[in-house]
């Protein structure tokens, strides 16, 4: 499975950005797509998350600014970035959480993007 990243680049502070991540290859299900970031010297972090039953969860550092969605026939999740501050400039990686099946049953795995720059200055 392929999960590819597009939509990253520079904004100024207070503009607005939308990230797109499409999940491709051998997928039999998809539980739930996310988004996370890194920033220089800080570890990965959650940003928001989407079910393929639609519910949502949030950073709270994100809350009210960023919105995720997601089209379960498409395999595709967006992130739409508004009131974008300086604090939100990191690598942003599109993540996925599969399921499978096997002889021996059905199992979940996680993919994850190459991930995407997002920076944001004046």
């Known amino acids: 499975v392929q999960l590819v990243e597009s939509g990253g680049g520079w904004v100024q502070p207070g503009g607005s950005l939308r990230l797109s991540c499409a999940a491709s290859?051998?997928?039999?299900?998809?539980?739930?797509m996310g988004w996370y970031r890194q920033a220089p010297g800080k570890q990965r972090e959650l940003v928001a998350v989407?079910?393929?039953?639609?519910?949502?969860n949030y950073a709270d550092s994100v809350k009210g600014r960023l919105t995720i969605s997601g089209d379960n026939a498409k395999n595709t999740t967006d992130l739409q970035m508004n009131s974008m501050k300086p604090e939100d400039t990191a690598v942003y990686y599109c993540?996925?959480?599969?399921?499978?099946?096997?002889?021996?049953?059905?199992?979940?795995?996680?993919?994850w993007g190459q991930g995407t720059q997002v920076t944001v200055s004046s």
């Open positions: 993540n996925a959480n599969l399921g499978g099946s096997g002889w021996w049953g059905q199992y979940t795995y996680v993919a």
């Open positions: 290859g051998s997928i039999f299900s998809i539980n739930g």
């Open positions: 989407i079910t393929s039953g639609g519910s949502t």
